[in-house]
Antibody
Framework: QVQLQESGPGLVKPSQTLSLTCTVS??????????WNWIRQPAGKGLEWIGR???????NYNPSLRSRVTISLDTSKNQFSLDLNSVTAADTAVYYC????????WGQGTLVTVSS | QSALTQPPSASGSPGQSVIISCTGT?????????VSWYQQHPGKAPKLMIY???KRPSGVPDRFSGSKSGNTASLTVSGLQAEDEADYYC???????????FGTGTKVTVL
């Protein structure tokens, strides 16, 4: 059974970089032809797709966030990560990592607050 | 790329059916058979209920079904049960430059 777990700071200061890691267990991130996604949800609001990385390392990003986002794989640790720079209060949200073109396995989510 | 449009709320009594619409454009919903639906209970991660318009992942009850006509996709929940009360989101592929666009979400209430 594949499991995903997000980790990273719960508080980030404005203008800094938000960095999260998703650790995958129950399967190898490099031996499977899957997309690995980051998705976020501000409190009381809807889902927003941030971007994804394929097993090969190729990436796709939400056009509205593309200039600030980097998603990458670390196959040695069976992890993938999200970096979002120049954050503002509008980036405060629960951040989810998820597997698949139509994400079928999700992490539990981690709340990141942007505040000084 | 704007979010896909869903009604804010829908409701039905136990045993009844509820239909949730998801309206996009010819650049997303209407252009590809790549619509998926997610169920989200409060405080929980979303769960995939339908993918590729009408396919159900293993373990999803056949009370959940999906369809599409033109630029609008629909999720039908038949035989409503109390545990179906949740938020539902659609998503669609919108081209290689924007592979995933979510809908605005619909809160389903079981009366």
């Amino acid at each position: 059974q594949v499991q995903l777990q997000e980790s990273g700071p719960g508080l980030v200061k404005p203008s800094q970089t938000l960095s999260l890691t998703c650790t995958v267990s129950g399967g190898s991130i490099s031996n499977s032809n899957y997309y690995w996604n980051w998705i976020r949800q501000p409190a009381g609001k809807g889902l927003e797709w941030i971007g994804r990385v394929y097993t090969s390392g190729s990436t796709n990003y939400n056009p509205s966030l593309r200039s600030r986002v980097t998603i990458s794989l670390d196959t040695s640790k069976n992890q993938f990560s999200l970096d979002l720079n120049s954050v503002t209060a509008a980036d405060t949200a629960v951040y989810y990592c998820a597997r698949g073109r139509w994400p079928d396995y999700w992490g539990q989510g981690t709340l990141v607050t942007v505040s000084s | 790329q704007s979010a896909l449009t869903q009604p804010p709320s829908a409701s039905g009594s136990p045993g009844q059916s509820v239909i949730i619409s998801c309206t996009g454009t010819s650049s997303d919903v209407g252009g590809y058979n790549y619509v998926s639906w997610y169920q989200q209970h409060p405080g929980k991660a979303p769960k995939l209920m339908i993918y590729e318009v009408s396919k159900r992942p293993s373990g999803v009850p056949d009370r959940f079904s999906g369809s599409k006509s033109g630029n609008t996709a629909s999720l039908t929940v038949s035989g409503l049960q109390a545990e179906d009360e949740a938020d539902y989101y659609c998503s669609s592929y919108a081209g290689s430059n924007n592979p995933c666009v979510f809908g605005t979400g619909t809160k389903v209430t079981v009366l």
